[in-house]
């Protein structure tokens, strides 16, 4: 398909940016990358999500299509060949969509939690928060991978997508708090899962750079403590 046929509006340090990304990478299909500038919004973005006004936003001809597991899923149905994302069997359909929501509801709020905790309490109780739902991760992805090395299996489908997208921001987590979270003692299969995942071809050139994230983090975290702090 002529990349000028499908154009993604979104940010390259957005994680749900990636997930469209990557399965338009999976499906080996070409598309424009237009860029939003951070903290502002285009006309054209306005035009394409006037509900939400967030990206990402996947334009398909004159169609826009919005959020990000919804692009996922319409890229999946309207290019079926070979490789699928989402599971093929009704129950590890539905599988994957609950845990791809306790993911966003519940595991990334938490991690973002660390970042907005005003004392050293608030942050300790979000980081455990945070490794409870890794541990539950693990026993997820050891019952859904089958042995193998993705929640798909053998390739990359939509759990991988909706949880793998969030690594950078966990690596940056890591970092600036000087705490391990993918541990390799605890939680085995995630960790070699995230490797495979970082490394894979769909993957690699739309995962952001630590060092380039933590860049971005700092000013996301500055704006969440502030809106976070009590008023003077």
Avoid at 92 to 117: N, Q, V
Avoid at 155 to 173: E, H, S
Avoid at 207 to 232: D, N
């Amino acid at each position: 398909m002529a990349k000028n046929d499908l154009k993604v509006l979104g940010a390259w340090p957005s994680p749900y940016v990636m997930r469209a990304r990557i399965s338009l990478n999976i499906k080996s299909l070409d598309y424009e990358f237009l860029e939003e500038t951070f903290g502002s919004k285009s006309q054209l973005l306005l035009q394409s999500n006037p509900v939400h006004k967030k990206i990402p936003v996947l334009i398909h001809g004159d169609k826009p299509i919005c959020e990000s597991l919804v692009i996922v899923e319409y890229i999946d149905e309207v290019w079926p060949s070979s490789p699928s994302i989402l599971p093929s069997h009704p129950y590890d359909r539905a599988t994957a969509r609950f845990w791809a929501s306790y993911i966003d509801e519940k595991w990334f709020p938490a991690m973002k939690g660390i970042a907005a905790a005003q004392s050293e309490e608030a942050r300790k109780a979000a980081i455990e928060q945070v490794a409870e739902g890794l541990a539950l991760l693990e026993d997820a992805f050891q019952k859904t991978s089958k042995g193998k090395d993705f929640f798909s299996g053998d390739k990359i489908g939509y759990l991988d997508i909706a949880f793998g997208c969030f690594l950078g921001w966990l690596r940056v987590t890591e970092k600036m708090n000087g705490i391990k979270l993918l541990d390799e003692t605890k939680t085995p299969g995630l960790a070699k899962w995230a490797h495979k995942f970082c490394a894979d071809a769909a993957v690699k050139d739309v995962m952001p750079e630590t060092e380039k994230l933590a860049e971005v983090a700092k000013i996301i975290t500055a704006k969440l403590r502030g809106a976070g702090a009590p008023p003077k």
